[in-house]
């Protein structure tokens, strides 16, 4: 995707429909695991304040509200915090407000001291030395969870492919780790390997595909992509399969 802010903007409101969402089965038993991980690692966030930084639909933030003392998510995507509030108001949780904005306008007067962890996980809202020099004054403990240069996905190869436009990994753990080293940071690091399906109708994906093209530049081509989806679809869904490798950097 090419970074500008109207991208990512457009990127993430369009993805809100389908995206994870916290509490269902699936989604927490991938959440736990991860929490599993942190613990041994020495993240405990009972009793804590925690910071979420593009916390998205909420899948770590209103989880952990059960276990921390408060969260604060904080996303630019007004889309991802509708569907937040919306589990957050059904779930009954009152410790885990959500602000709107991306990272770098928060104010830092807001955040400087007032947590005790931040976690950033799989987002492009911390990419940057400012960025993440803003994460470490909000908290001593600091998460980031990022793509660690595998990202495999048959259809999308495809996809991607036929309109001139390489798919690979976001940059992430690799561009946070020069970072971090720059600053003179030890951070430990645990890499691990992912993988999820996804079940949308044909109308429904190519509409992702074809924000997908507009934030990468590329002109979409409806026809060639709905060929490409035929070997994927059975029943009128279209199913994928994404394997990744994570990094998992806390420090």
Not at 57 to 73: C, D, F, I, K, S
Not at 111 to 121: E, N, Q, T, W
Not at 170 to 181: D, F, N, Q, S
């Amino acid at each position: 995707m090419k970074g500008s802010r109207t991208n990512e903007k457009l990127f993430w409101n369009s993805r809100a429909r389908n995206y994870p969402v916290p509490f269902t089965r699936g989604t927490a038993a991938k959440i736990n695991r991860m929490l599993a991980l942190l613990a041994r690692l020495g993240a405990d966030f009972r009793d804590k304040r925690l910071l979420d930084i593009g916390c998205g639909t909420g899948v770590y933030a209103l989880p952990l509200a059960g276990r921390a003392g408060r969260v604060l998510g904080v996303d630019s995507s007004a889309a991802m915090l509708r569907v937040y509030r919306r589990v957050r108001r059904e779930r009954g949780i009152a410790n885990a407000p959500c602000l709107r904005s991306e990272w770098g306008q928060v104010p830092a007067a807001r955040i400087r001291g007032r947590f005790d962890i931040a976690l950033a996980s799989m987002t492009a809202a911390v990419k940057t030395r400012a960025d993440f020099l803003k994460m470490e004054a909000a908290a001593p403990l600091r998460i980031f969870i990022g793509w660690a240069g595998l990202r495999r996905n048959a259809l999308l190869e495809r996809v991607y492919a036929g309109h001139g436009v390489a798919y690979r990994a976001p940059e992430g753990a690799e561009r946070a780790l020069k970072i971090l080293a720059a600053l003179g940071r030890s951070p430990r690091v645990v890499y691990l390997r992912d993988s999820w399906t996804k079940s949308a109708s044909v109308p429904e994906t190519l509409r992702e595909i074809a924000v997908s093209m507009r934030v990468n530049g590329a002109r979409f081509d409806e026809e060639r992509t709905r060929a490409l989806l035929k070997p994927f679809t059975r029943g009128g869904k279209v199913r994928q399969l994404t394997r990744a490798r994570k990094a998992v950097i806390i420090w």
